[in-house]
Every structure is written in structure tokens, then in C-alpha cells.
């Protein structure tokens, strides 16, 4: 938990959940959410585990930038990318679980500084502490 919150920000979902509209009270993001065709829907939208993968790659990314500086570990240059995958499906004891995998791309860091990076990033970003012992997450260093 933060000890103290220094942003926040609100959004609603309306209509179906999953088929329906999303906004922030800001405006400043607003989309048309649809089931995907895996899930028998019509795909003609966005859905809640893309938007959960565009956060969390940007944050984690972030996060790693954070860490390199601060902890003095070297630079993640300006072309590193994270890829973030998420998968939806059911779990054994009931409802539905995630599962995410993380794509680090650190071009022309020496691997095993970006290693270091990547699992000091874990640390700081709060979508790894959000979803720590909670789902699977993977990360690989490419």
C-alpha cells in the first residue's frame, strides 16, 4: 500500500462490463469495450486485459528507467521496449485468472545489466506489486 497517494484518477464502465463504454471523469481517455471473438464476442472494441497490458508495459518500462537511475545500475537506452502479453482463461476452483509475460528489449545493454534492471523494475512498479503472488508473471529479457 502507498504510504501516501500522490495521484489518482477515476474512470466509469457503463452498459454490458465488458460490452459497453469507459471513461476517466478527466475525459481524457474513453473507449468502446467489446468481448473479444476468443470469448464469443464481436472484437469491434477494446477490452479490459488490453488496457491492463498497455499499463502495465508502460508502467513496468517506466519503472525500469526509475530503477537504472536511481540505483545507479546504468541506462535503459531510448529504443528499450516492454511487450506485454496478457491471457485470460479459466482457473480450476471457478471464474476466470490472468496470466502475463513480459518482453524486455534493452538494445545494447550488456544482458546481465539488464537482468538487473528488469528484476529492480519488478520491485518499483506498482503493477508487479499489485499482481505479485497473485498471478503469473514472466519476464524476459530479450
Known sequence: M??????STEA???GGGRDGKSATKDGALAVTLAVPKE???????????????????????????FAASSE?????????????TVGIGPRADGGF???VALHVSMPGVDR??????????????PYSNATKGN????????
Open 2 to 7: 502507498p504510504t501516501k497517494v500522490v495521484y
Open 12 to 14: 466509469t464502465a457503463s
Open 39 to 65: 470469448m464469443g464476442g464481436t472484437g469491434a472494441g477494446n477490452n479490459p486485459e488490453q488496457l491492463f497490458a498497455v499499463g502495465y508495459a508502460a508502467c513496468y518500462l517506466g519503472a525500469m528507467r
Open 72 to 84: 545507479k545500475l546504468g541506462t535503459v537506452p531510448a529504443d528499450a521496449t516492454v511487450t506485454s
Open 97 to 99: 485468472g490472468l496470466q
Open 112 to 125: 546481465a545489466v539488464a537482468e538487473k534492471i528488469a528484476e529492480r523494475g519488478h520491485f518499483i512498479c
Open 135 to 142: 498471478i503469473e508473471v514472466t519476464t524476459t529479457v530479450v
